[in-house]
């Protein structure tokens, strides 16, 4: 095995291992951070160096932690180890596992239990306000890029959205944000855990919902039966119209975050530009739809 990078282990490991770690490999899967597994003794744990990008992300990692702390407590996350108190780093048990696999009738309803799991965990001090949210992005934003004229063409476009979508909501939930599959592992017992909990805030349970649809790349019965588990009655029509608005939305926080991310420099080896691209002409054609 190569010789550790004395970088990647945190020197303050005593604070959370009894027995000094050492690195098996790099975790793939993360845009944001950097993940690896460690070997502790006979633990297996996973260590994530937080992004230095946390602040243009709009990333609150208190909020996060918190969060953790009580999903923890339910069994719905890996457990959690340590939090680093100036937010550099992050330490959790290794669920072995793979990654949750594409969505069908019983992955749904997996699914659904899941995000109902975490809509009923106790309130935390955060709120996923998405017009402030977008704002931040915007002003990391280089609006010279040549795609910048696109971002602002959709952006008061988005607004109707946004106020449609508040309109619909039914009270604040504490939620993930981003159950997309990288963040989702399926345990070899059969479980469902959710991973990487940085979004994590109140908010409108369908958003989450709408996290799920887009990241899944749900087809339109496949919508409608994640709708149906997770609200245990028929899907109405309102129901239809807060997801489509929550869809839009989500969209444009996902483009406005590549944007930000391209900006900055913070994805080398991967072609940003393509990303936004097709992000662009997701949003635009999830528009013109109709729920």
Same mark, same amino acid.
């Given at each position: ?71 923890? @407590? ?6 959690? =180890? %340590?939090? &680093?108190? #100036? ?7 290794? /669920? ?55 971002? @602002? ?6 607004? =109707? %959205?946004? &106020?449609? #979508? ?7 939930? /504490? ?77 444009? /926080? ?38």
């Amino acid at each position: 095995m190569p010789a550790e990078p004395t970088d990647i282990i945190p020197a303050d490991w005593q604070r959370w291992s009894s027995v000094q770690p050492t690195l098996l490999r790099p975790l793939a899967g993360g845009l944001t951070n950097s993940s690896y597994l460690l070997s502790a003794g006979e633990r297996r744990l996973v260590l994530r160096r937080n992004s230095p990008n946390s602040a243009a992300l709009d990333l609150d990692r208190v909020a996060e932690i918190r969060a953790l702390q009580e999903a923890d @407590s339910a069994g719905l996350c890996a457990p959690l =180890v %340590h939090a &680093d108190p #100036a937010h550099k780093y992050l330490v959790t048990e290794y /669920l072995e596992g793979q990654p949750f696999p594409r969505a069908d009738n019983a992955t749904l309803l997996q699914l659904a239990e899941l995000a109902r799991g975490i809509h009923a965990l106790p309130a935390i001090d955060a709120k996923l306000d998405i017009r402030s949210k977008a704002e931040r992005y915007w002003q990391a934003i280089d609006t010279d890029a040549e795609f910048s004229s696109s971002l @602002s063409g959709i952006r008061k476009s988005t607004e =109707v %959205h946004i &106020d449609r #979508a508040a309109s619909l909501c039914c009270g604040p939930k /504490l939620c993930h944000n981003d159950l997309n599959a990288t963040n989702l592992i399926a345990t070899n017992s059969g479980g469902l855990y959710a991973v990487d909990w940085e979004y994590a805030a109140m908010g409108d349970a369908f958003y989450e919902l709408a996290v799920i649809v887009e990241e899944h790349q749900l087809s339109e019965p496949a919508r409608q039966q994640l709708l149906g588990h997770y609200l245990g009655r028929e899907v109405g029509y309102d129901d239809r119209q807060r997801l489509h608005h929550w869809r839009v939305v989500y969209r444009y /926080l996902t483009v406005l975050w590549y944007a930000v991310q391209h900006y900055r420099g913070a994805m080398p080896g991967q072609d940003s530009l393509a990303a936004i691209r097709r992000q662009l002409d997701t949003i635009s054609t999830l528009m013109q739809s109709t729920p």
